[in-house]
């Protein structure tokens, strides 16, 4: 079984191999855990790795695996196999991250921004959100205009990282 | 008396407001959007009835909806809760008019204190303090300039109608201030339908502090002491506590008077709160009334041991307060956490889901006010608070010591939530040592990520997805459980 994800800006493989008694053998990016004493209920890992018992509540779902340990969470993407690399950090920048309507586009298509640069207010729960520019690059256009709903993972810029033209 | 109450809210609210019902033997009505079809205070009230569509101009919002209904199932009063029509005075009236008891103030006392302009002038004439501002509600922008430069950089624009942060902009400088006060105004006439805005000196990283105040119909006007609720993110509070680490007897005497005497100039009746801004030096401004219930409500119930919701309840019918200010005294402390669906690491931003784990925490002194339960979906189209986690001890230490074990006995996966990081907030140090104030979130956290996680996260992320979604069959793993994961894996235990 083998399986990719992603934290942040980090990318990992992590394959797994099934051994009996609640034993199994993990690689990470090719180096090897051992694991024991695996146990699993619906919502809750355990496990002994290095000599000491660790429990979390978990959820899978699609796109996502979320662990809690004590006060601490934590989220990975799960990246599906065979599928294109996913949007780049900078792109996904300009992504909507929840479902709101676009509210005002600031910049003039074709016109080059720096880094930082407000180009959309989203409104959602009632509350403003801006999308800054990633980087310094041009707006190519907005694929929502002002007033369009959006949903989660909709792209509501379309941009090009570009250095300042004349500036090379 | 009353016989049926409707809950004119949502959320964890009108799941409060149903259980002090309850507790008074008062049947209840819960109303609800489409959205909302599902929702806890639908289950848990004797009756429910559909307003409309989710959007809250169709259902929450919708005035003559919510009057139908209420007469239609033969209710004789009505409670908003927070929020809403909460202090909406002219849906006070309409109820009124309709023969129903709006639980809350008179609808004059609400025009005097709703909006933040008369208020302002309100409280000076009680003789409370009031922040150095500019409010001539037919102002051209050109005076607003003029007022900005008297008042002194940085400013504060807010919407008269305001609250929560809606309609809210600081300003450093006169560049920014045109932009700020039609980013104000817009947010203001979406957010209340009137987008008059006015400006205050901004009192920078002050202390907000606020009196909680209960007034029958008989002349007796009571405080309950502050509470503190510094801690804020996006100018809106996720941690409560009282009393304050900056509020001795002899102060919270002198701010209780000043509140007493705001609400007795008002004719005030039911619970209220005065909200006051401290800057370091201790100097204390009012800043506005709510005259509604608060969500920071349960932290004043615990420490004076008194259920404000029944109060409410029991004023509006006509009841007389048993006791006076010397018969009531605080005692211990109480914190309160609100959980919100949001990532911290993204700027606070709101977050949807579903909920797939929930576990509740309990014990000597924990509390939890709640809309959840497994399963649910959390949408976009409301606030994203999802439940308050309140405790009470006999000292602060203890009420931290309690509030971060509660914090870390409750579990919510499925949606992101502000869990991680209100845990770190009762556990820092300057959070012990008191030194709070509305600036706390920004110092502390202004670069907030999630933890990293190690190797062992990693291990039980890789398990996880492993053992309870394979890659085939994941996109079904969507309640949590795993459809047949184990049979290929051999003898691992399913405990």
Not at chain 2, 213 to 228: K, P, Q, S, V
């Amino acid at each position: 079984m083998r399986e990719q994800f992603s934290h942040g800006s980090e990318r990992f493989e992590l394959v797994c191999i099934p051994g009996s008694e609640g034993r199994a053998v993990l690689r990470i990016d090719g180096a090897a855990f051992s694991v024991s004493d695996l146990q699993v209920d619906d919502c809750r890992i355990s496990f002994m790795y290095e000599g000491r018992i660790y429990r979390y509540d978990v959820c899978v779902e699609h796109e996502r695996v979320q662990l809690k340990r004590d006060s601490s969470y934590y989220s990975f993407g799960r990246i599906e196999e065979g599928s294109e690399d996913e949007q780049s950090a900078d792109e996904s920048a300009l992504l909507s991250r929840m479902p709101g309507t676009v509210l005002r586009t600031l910049v003039q298509p074709g016109q080059w921004v720096t880094a930082g640069t407000a180009l959309v207010i989203l409104e959602a729960m009632k509350m403003e959100h801006t999308i800054e520019a990633p980087l310094d690059g041009v707006v190519n256009g907005y694929p929502h205009a002002e007033g369009t709903r959006v949903m989660p993972g909709d792209l509501l810029v379309d941009f090009s990282r570009e250095e300042q033209a004349g500036s090379i | 008396m009353f016989h049926k109450i409707l809950i004119a809210n949502r959320s964890e609210v009108a799941v409060r407001i149903i259980r002090a019902c309850r507790e008074l033997g008062v049947a209840t009505l819960a109303v609800y959007s489409e959205a909302d079809a599902e929702a806890l205070h639908v289950k848990q009230a004797d009756e429910a009835a559909c307003l409309g569509p989710a959007e809250a101009a169709l259902s929450y919002l919708n005035q003559a909806r919510i009057l139908e209904v209420a007469q239609q199932y033969g209710c004789d009063a009505i409670h908003p809760g927070y929020g809403f029509l909460a202090e909406n005075a002219q849906f006070a009236r309409r109820v009124q008019e309709a023969g129903i008891r709006f639980i809350g103030p008179a609808p004059d006392s609400m025009d005097r204190m709703g909006a933040k302009i008369p208020a302002r002038a309100t409280a000076e004439a009680a003789g409370a303090p009031v922040v150095p501002g500019f409010d001539a509600a037919d102002a051209s922008d050109t005076d607003y300039i003029k007022a900005a430069a008297d008042i002194g950089y940085p400013v504060m624009v807010k919407a008269s109608m305001g609250g929560g942060g809606k309609g809210m902009r600081i300003v450093h400088s006169e560049t920014e201030l045109q932009a700020a006060l039609d980013g104000a105004r817009r947010e203001a006439e979406k957010a209340f339908g009137d987008a008059t805005v006015f400006l205050e000196k901004y009192i920078v990283d002050p202390r907000h502090i606020e009196i909680q105040i209960l007034a029958d119909g008989h002349g007796n006007t009571l405080h309950l002491g502050e509470r503190e609720c510094s801690i804020q993110r996006r100018h809106q509070k996720i941690v409560e506590e009282t009393p304050s680490t900056a509020v001795d007897p002899a102060l919270r005497e002198r701010m209780g008077a000043d509140a007493v005497a705001i609400a007795r100039a008002v004719g005030y009746e039911g619970a209220g709160t005065i909200e006051f801004i401290m800057d370091s030096t201790g100097n204390y401004y009012f800043l506005e009334m709510n005259t509604r219930l608060q969500v920071e409500h349960p932290v004043t119930e615990f420490v004076y041991g008194l259920d404000i919701v029944q109060w409410q309840i029991r004023i509006a019918s006509g009841e007389e307060l048993p006791f006076s200010q010397a018969e009531i005294t605080p005692r211990g402390h109480s914190i309160e956490c609100r959980i919100c669906a949001e990532d911290a690491a993204q700027g606070f931003l709101p977050q949807v889901g579903n909920v797939r784990v929930l576990r509740e925490p309990d014990g000597p002194g924990v509390r939890l006010d709640s809309m959840l339960y497994a399963g649910q979906r959390i949408g976009a189209d409301y606030d994203p608070m999802l439940a308050k986690l309140i405790v009470h001890a006999e000292d602060r230490s203890a009420a931290i010591r309690r509030m971060g074990l509660a914090l870390r006995d409750m579990g919510l996966l499925g949606v992101t939530s502000n869990l991680g990081i209100l845990a770190e907030i009762v556990d820092h140090p300057a959070f012990a040592a008191g030194k709070t104030d509305t600036g706390f979130i920004a110092r502390h956290y202004s670069d907030y990520r999630d933890p990293e996680p190690g190797i062992p996260e990693k291990l039980a992320a890789g398990l996880a997805a492993l053992i309870k979604g394979s890659p085939v069959q994941r996109g079904d793993s969507a309640n949590g459980k795993a459809a047949d994961p184990f049979n290929a894996y051999g003898n691992w235990s399913n405990t």
